[in-house]
């Protein structure tokens, strides 16, 4: 697609539940980046993915969070029994590589998921 | 631990004025550097970008200039618009090819009066 793409929009849990968050990132991208922002703050660097695999999963703030990306395309986040200081906006963002020249390893987002926790 | 920081958190400006915001670094291996403008409700976008073997770039209204001596970054809007009322974000790269993190600051609200 023209740019990365997230769903849902907006998502309303209440305590307890699991979510899934979702990220199309831009087409031929193989970088997938996620990120969280709270009201009012800069961003969160949670996970990355390169092709299909995650090497670097210490961004992630507990073992309720995970991430998983299927055909180096489509990247879900799952946050398990969510608790209220989970409400955020979370985003996702895509290069076209994950290293080397620098303008490749720009990163463009998406509009984001507002996780709203009850 | 290495971080990027901003000095105004907040800048309001004339319509028809120019805009600085400005950003310091700390690492001095970073290599590059984003700024991203941030509307209210959607995701940050991509506005330009500086490498650190140079100290100067222009886009379309915006110039980007970077001084590697004090490891500071600042970003100009010319000829500020009521539609650049946005937070500001700088990012940097830690430096090596293989360094895939940007570390963000912050933010700075711009607001434009008209």
């Known amino acids: 697609g023209a740019g990365v793409s997230q769903s849902p929009s907006n998502k309303v849990t209440e305590k307890g539940k699991d979510v899934e968050l979702r990220c199309d990132p831009i087409s031929g991208h193989t970088a997938l980046y996620w990120y969280r922002q709270s009201l009012g703050q800069g961003l969160e660097f949670l996970i990355y993915f390169q092709g299909n695999s995650a090497p670097d999963k210490s961004g992630l703030p507990s073992d309720r969070f995970s991430a998983e990306r299927t055909g180096g395309s489509v990247s879900t986040l799952t946050i398990q029994r969510t608790q209220q200081e989970d409400s955020a906006v979370y985003l996702c963002?895509?290069?076209?590589?994950?290293?080397?020249?620098?303008?490749?390893?720009?990163?463009?987002f998406g509009p984001g998921t507002r996780l709203l926790v009850l | 631990g290495e971080s990027v920081g901003l000095h105004l958190p907040t800048l309001s400006v004339q319509e028809g004025d120019n805009s600085i915001i400005n950003c310091a670094y700390s690492?001095?291996?970073?290599?590059?550097f984003i700024w991203y403008k941030q509307e209210s409700g959607k995701g940050p976008q991509f506005i330009i970008d500086?490498?650190?073997?140079?100290d100067k770039r222009q886009g379309q209204r915006v110039t980007v200039l970077l001084n590697k001596t004090v490891k500071h970054l600042s970003l100009q809007i010319a000829a500020t618009q009521p539609g650049d009322s946005a937070v500001y974000f700088c990012a940097e790269n830690g430096g090596g090819g293989s360094n895939y993190k940007l570390t963000f600051g912050k933010g700075t609200l711009l607001t434009v009066n008209p």
């Open positions: 963002a895509s290069s076209l590589v994950l290293s080397g020249q620098a303008g490749g390893k720009t990163q463009y």
């Open positions: 690492n001095s291996a970073s290599d590059y």
């Open positions: 500086i490498r650190s073997n140079m």
